[in-house]
């Protein structure tokens, strides 16, 4: 089953500036905080039994977050990904229903092409200057992937709020 709007909008006005948040504090600090990912998890927690149609569903969208905990954990023992990154991923993962993969992936891959090309421009140029202590401008190839996953998962939950399943 594909996100429902009402689903959708138990979800944001709460995972919305968490999301602001990663987003700021990875291009900040280079950092994904372990406490905005598990406020992340727990807003699932506590909401997801009333947004979700029924208890198998709440109960396999645990399951993703296990599973991409575990796959992120992986990637990042062998250097695929940053910890934050990874952690970010699993505690966003409850939130996308699997038949909406191919859209999430699809959000991820534009809103990946867009921080990087904007956080590049900015880097070079004299918009740097209006945030100059980010760590993310110092960083030579690394990029702070909060602020496209934090952006996907955002727009994620704004579609199905705007268009449902």
């Known amino acids: 089953m594909a996100i429902t709007a009402s689903s959708a909008w138990w979800f944001l006005p709460f995972v919305l500036p968490l999301c602001f948040y990663v987003a700021f504090t990875d291009l900040s600090r280079m950092k994904i905080t372990n406490q905005s990912v598990i406020v992340l ?80 421009i900015a880097r070079a140029t004299g918009l740097r200057r209006l945030a100059p202590h980010w760590a993310s401008w110092d960083q030579g190839k690394k990029f702070p992937m909060g602020l496209a996953l934090g952006m996907a998962l955002a727009l994620y939950l704004i579609l199905g709020a705007l268009k449902g399943a």
């Open 41 to 120: 998890a727990l807003v699932f927690v506590i909401l997801g039994p009333f947004a979700m149609p029924d208890l198998e569903i709440y109960l396999w969208r645990l399951a993703q977050l296990v599973i991409m905990l575990i796959v992120g954990a992986l990637l990042n023992a062998i250097g695929a990904m940053g910890a934050g990154d990874a952690k970010f991923i699993a505690a966003a993962a409850p939130y996308v229903a699997l038949p909406d993969l191919r859209l999430i992936m699809a959000l991820l891959a534009a809103s990946l092409l867009g921080a990087f090309v904007t956080h590049r």
